[in-house]
């Protein structure tokens, strides 16, 4: 369960979240949908513990402990994960080198014992064959030349092997065609369970049709606006984000 | 006119005294020579710019006389061993009986006094200029000369290892040789450090290690050279150089692991004598606290269709200076000549220092030629990437610099000794991380 109160975020002198305030249960699959520029990425980014984001009020509670103190990788070992809108490129890491050391890093961080190569191997094979990820991507250096597609397909596969028990993806829609849209959704929908829940930030409607959300949040101007259930985003399809920013200038 | 104007050079004066008579008499007196007109190298000497050789050795320590006791020394390579500790040939640590066919070793002393034309030549290269070279002409006291016999085809590398002994400052001025004949192919592992190294004792002592190899690539000839600087104590001045010629379609392989400790400078003098020729040169220099590690570097493209290629990773932390000085020469006759050169440093704090100086000097019209330069610190984004894939900061940290540092060392053929850099390479970052 992720728990948003009443959250402000700076960055320098100009405040970017202005009170957000959101509960996602477990199990529950949120949407955040909102016009470019209203802090959607940075609402990802503070809860992912990125550096360069002063929190200047408010909590995040993940499955009731205050994270915000945390450092990102103990954040990630407590079961967070973020799927990037824009996965880096690491030039020189094995895709399969990067995974095995992530996987075990959080092992080791909540006292599991490590996975032993053949067991991790086998357990990479399955996730990638489900996901369309060849044998030759694992080899490759971690993103590196990936397309578009490959790249949102490498972050849903990370999220399987790590069994997060939030994810958020943030746009992950954006720059895939229908198919690579349709096999990165089926990935998250495989993932959906009672005990883990997603934050689903985009602002498209076209990937609510594929993850199917509970709950559908318009963010703009730093707030959460409105809530409600799928019908808002097709609503929102429909009449576009005007209203919330008129509502805000007004 | 000898100068003699300051305690170091007086030093020097004197220690030439005792080594004058030590076989090439004559060559010795010129290097002397070479060296009284000039001294030591400091920050006015253009090559010398980064790196203050005199104000680094203002005491020269005594030559070194005191040669350790016997001392087992671990085995890091499948390799024939050859070692010389404080500047004496060891053959208790050495492999003397099963030198590869067609390999011949002979101790310097000995060499000097039966040198034909081609060993003379191999000592005495023409193409370094350089006083630090000139005054290990001058105090050379020993070395090794090295010789395959031209098509023979070395199966195991051959390991040189220079040491000092830790116990008390000494001075160390060794030459070795490589004379490859023409088809021929061996690898070369290098070694320099201290005994010891680590200890307390070894780190006071402040040794003073001028070492140079001079090598010689016959046409077709191969060589896989490899490098390793370490374990130098704080107080510690180093100067390792290498001289290269390579005739016609000759081929270098070169990769260097320097790490950092007190004054540390390395540099290479390759020319390109003979068409087609080959020469690659990679590096790594991990250096930290308040390590100065110098790498200069000169290739001379004398012949058409040579090709060099140069890839150099810093990593600096601490006070560290780094420096990078790299010239590509194209001589006139040089038509067609190949050259990438490419140097690229991460410093991980604000106190550390990189000069980076590539040159390139083109006198011919039809080549290709090009230099990059980096310095820069971390990538934020990949390193926030990978902690929040579960990394602690130090472990993300280390996987990327690995991966930084692993790219100059992809061209080392031989797998078990690429996976021996990279793992020198991984304890240096992992004793950082948990420094």
């Known amino acids: 369960m992720l728990e948003i109160k009443n959250l402000h975020v700076s960055v320098g002198d100009r405040e970017i979240l202005k009170g957000l305030t959101l509960t996602v249960k477990d199990g529950e699959v949120a949407a955040i949908m909102g016009p470019n520029g209203t802090g959607k990425s940075t609402l990802s980014y503070v809860i992912a513990g990125r550096e360069g984001y002063d929190v200047t009020q408010g909590e995040v509670l993940l499955n009731g402990e205050n994270i915000l103190d945390l450092d990102p990788h103990e954040r990630a070992a407590r079961g967070l994960f973020l799927a990037f809108q824009y996965p880096v490129e690491i030039p020189g890491v094995a895709t399969m080198q990067f995974l095995k050391a992530t996987l075990n890093a959080q092992r080791r961080s909540r006292g599991e014992p490590e996975l032993q190569t053949p067991d991790l191997m086998k357990r990479v094979r399955d996730a990638a064959a489900k996901l369309g990820v060849s044998q030759e991507m694992l080899r490759r250096p971690l993103n590196s030349g990936f397309s578009g597609g490959e790249k949102k397909r490498m972050e849903v596969l990370q999220m399987a092997l790590l069994e997060p028990s939030v994810g958020i993806l943030d746009e992950t829609d954006s720059g895939l065609d229908i198919d690579a849209l349709r096999v990165v959704s089926e990935g998250v929908n495989t993932l959906r369970s009672p005990h883990r829940s997603f934050l689903v930030i985009t602002h498209y409607q076209r990937l609510l049709d594929y993850i199917r959300p509970d709950t559908v949040h318009v963010m703009a101007q730093g707030r959460i606006q409105r809530s409600g259930g799928p019908e808002l985003a097709l609503e929102l399809e429909k009449n576009g984000y005007r209203d919330y920013i008129a509502e805000e200038a007004a | 006119m000898i100068n003699l104007s300051n305690e170091a050079d007086a030093v020097y004066a004197a220690q030439f005294e005792t080594m004058r008579d030590s076989g090439a008499a004559q060559r010795r007196t010129d290097a002397y020579r070479a060296f009284a007109a000039r001294g030591l190298p400091n920050r006015r000497v253009e090559s010398w710019h980064y790196t203050d050789l005199k104000a680094a050795l203002t005491k020269p320590a005594p030559l070194a006389t005191t040669h350790s006791v016997t001392h087992a020394l671990a085995r890091t390579h499948d390799a024939v061993r050859l070692v010389m500790v404080d500047g004496k040939l060891r053959p208790d640590l050495s492999d003397?009986?099963?030198?590869?066919?067609?390999?011949?070793?002979?101790?310097?002393?000995?060499?000097?006094?039966?040198?034909?034309?081609?060993?003379?030549?191999?000592?005495?290269?023409?193409?370094?200029?350089?006083?630090?070279?000139?005054?290990?002409?001058?105090?050379?006291?020993?070395?090794?000369?090295?010789?395959?016999?031209?098509?023979?085809?070395?199966?195991?590398?051959?390991?040189?290892?220079?040491?000092?002994?830790?116990?008390?400052?000494?001075?160390?001025?060794?030459?070795?040789?490589?004379?490859?004949?023409?088809?021929a192919h061996i690898r070369i592992i290098e070694t320099h450090g201290v005994l010891d190294a680590g200890t307390e004792a070894a780190s006071l002592a402040g040794a003073q290690l001028n070492h140079v190899l001079t090598m010689r690539l016959d046409a077709d000839a191969k060589v896989d050279l490899l490098t390793n600087v370490a374990g130098f104590g704080e107080t510690s001045v180093s100067v390792v150089s290498l001289i290269a010629h390579l005739d016609a379609r000759a081929r270098l392989n070169a990769h260097q692991l320097i790490e950092g400790g007190g004054l540390l400078r390395r540099q290479i003098f390759a020319a390109l004598d003979g068409e087609h020729a080959h020469a690659a040169f990679n590096g790594v220099t991990l250096a930290r606290a308040r390590q100065h590690a110098d790498t200069t570097l000169v290739v001379d493209h004398r012949q058409p269709h040579g090709e060099s290629h140069e890839r150099f990773r810093t990593?600096?932390?601490?006070?560290?200076?780094?420096?990078?000085?790299?010239?590509?020469?194209?001589?006139?006759?040089?038509?067609?000549?190949?050259?990438?050169?490419?140097?690229?440093?991460?410093?991980?704090?604000?106190?550390?220092?990189?000069?980076?100086k590539p040159e390139l000097e083109i006198f011919a019209d039809d080549v290709k030629c090009g230099h990059g330069a980096t310095c820069g610190r971390l990538d934020r984004d990949q390193l926030f990437y990978l902690m929040a894939r579960g990394l602690p900061r130090g472990e993300a940290e280390s996987l990327l610099l690995a991966a930084f540092a692993n790219e100059a060392m992809a061209g080392i053929e031989?797998?078990?000794?690429?996976?021996?850099?990279?793992?020198?390479?991984?304890?240096?970052?992992?004793?950082?991380?948990?420094?």
Do not use: H, Y
Not at chain 2, 142 to 161: D, K, Q, S
Not at chain 2, 328 to 341: C, E, F, H, N, P
């Open chain 2, 96 to 183: 003397l009986d099963t030198l590869p066919a067609g390999v011949r070793m002979q101790c310097l002393q000995e060499a000097l006094a039966s040198a034909g034309p081609t060993v003379t030549a191999t000592l005495w290269p023409d193409n370094a200029d350089d006083a630090a070279i000139a005054l290990n002409g001058a105090l050379m006291q020993n070395g090794l000369v090295v010789t395959v016999a031209p098509g023979a085809e070395a199966p195991r590398p051959l390991e040189l290892i220079t040491l000092v002994s830790g116990n008390e400052p000494q001075a160390v001025f060794t030459r070795s040789a490589l004379i490859v004949g023409a088809g």
């Open chain 2, 315 to 356: 990593i600096l932390d601490g006070q560290a200076v780094g420096v990078f000085q790299g010239k590509i020469i194209v001589r006139s006759a040089a038509q067609k000549t190949d050259g990438v050169m490419q140097s690229k440093a991460i410093l991980l704090s604000d106190g550390a220092t990189m000069n980076n």
């Open chain 2, 414 to 435: 031989d797998e078990a000794l690429r996976d021996f850099f990279e793992a020198r390479i991984g304890a240096w970052l992992t004793g950082r991380a948990g420094a």
